[in-house]
């Protein structure tokens, strides 16, 4: 027999053998740790201006992935596993922002603090939002005073560099209507001075290596940005 | 390029968005809770197929069991 047509001297097989059988887990954790480490940084920094949160971002980042891991032999088949871990941590978000809220309702409640909280300004608390996540020109405030589903669209078109089909899969709801909350959301956010149109910024931060334009930005989930 | 590309825009809210977080902690984390979840379902299933083998083998054992017979009744 020919040795170049032995199959058990082909080079994969060679390393197979030296490195022993190649186990369904082996496959799971290098497909996901590539996921991760393709889009963690960007969903968290996405998410980061809709919960108005790095920590509450992360935390929901990373339980969807928990949960990927957790699915991930049905979920290597779906067409778009991105999509699906990005819809969860969505959600992760939205539960995780309506448990704290009724946690502090419930404290509110126990400390006989409510008439306080409902005169709480809501300037102060954008204040201090912006004080924890570090922005500096009330960009974060700005955000927290849209509405969430509108927030979520800006978010992810802008930071996420999804297109708005995209979008639209992601949250679920028409591209008609991403469009439109990207226009309200654009108009209110330039509707403040720091942000207006063809303001020169002489005071901008320099930009991040993350802070190419989003047609710039490689391919989502291998299809190019229209 | 679309007709809501705004790159100035773009820009800030990536500014506001922050930092790349660390990955390695996170994978970590991610890890350490994918581990806790995996011990936690382990732990509900053996606990669950050792209850039933307790009362699977305590209902064999019983004297009770389907093969009573019915004694002839004392006239």
Known sequence: MDPRLDPLDQPSVVVALQTGPRRAGDTEATELDALFRLHYGRLVRALTLVAGDRELAADAVQEAFVKAHLRWRRLQHYDDPVGWIRRVAINCLGDGHRRRGRKEQALERLHGDATRGAQTDTDSTHEAMSRRTGDTDGVMALLQALPRQQRICVALFHVDGLSVAEVADALGISEGAVKFHLHQGRERLRSTPGLRAGRTTPDLPPPHPHDLPPHDLPPHDGGPRP | ?75
């Open chain 2, 1 to 75: 390029m679309s007709d809501f590309d705004d790159l100035d825009l773009s820009r800030r809210l990536r500014a506001a968005a922050g930092d790349d977080p660390d990955l390695a902690s996170a994978h970590a984390a991610v890890g350490r809770r994918v581990r806790r979840v995996r011990r936690t379902r382990a732990a509900v299933l053996s606990s669950t197929a050792v209850v039933l083998l307790v009362v699977g083998t305590v209902a064999a054992m019983s004297p009770n069991g389907t093969d009573r017979r019915v004694g002839v009744a004392d006239a």
